[in-house]
């Protein structure tokens, strides 16, 4: 019954930026974590960056001092900022949600369904 609707993806050339926003939405107790992941072809997924609930983040060494991660707690809603992107940075990107759907739960991940980003000239 959780929901993650992610939006920004697209075309940019080399240098350009692009600012990514997920929402959650459903039947939400508590959320620890939000956070962005991305999976090139071929590859495995990994972490872009992620944010507690109480502003903690975390960022994948390549994309360090270019990308910035956000939250608005009240909306349930993270974002990421990508300026100076590379081609390196194409690759489907995707929302994660760290919550607990009831207070007798264990907390679970849950995931958007993912938005393209491609870096080309």
């Known amino acids: 019954q959780v929901q993650l609707v992610e939006s920004g993806g697209g075309l940019v050339q080399p240098g350009g930026s692009l600012r990514l926003s997920c929402a959650a939405s459903?039947?939400?107790?508590?959320?620890?974590?939000m956070g962005w992941y991305r999976q090139a072809p071929g590859k495995q997924r990994e972490l872009v960056a992620d944010i507690t609930s109480a502003g903690t983040t975390n960022y994948a060494s390549s994309v360090k001092g270019r990308f910035t991660i956000s939250r608005d707690n009240a909306k349930n809603t993270v974002y990421l900022q990508m300026n100076s992107l590379k081609p390196a940075d194409t690759a489907v990107y995707y929302c994660?949600?760290?919550?607990?759907?009831?207070?007798?739960?264990?907390?679970?991940?849950?995931w958007g369904q993912g938005t393209q980003v491609t870096v080309s000239s």
């Open positions: 994660n949600a760290r919550l607990k759907t009831t207070y007798w739960e264990t907390v679970r991940d849950y």
């Open positions: 459903g039947s939400i107790f508590s959320i620890n974590a």
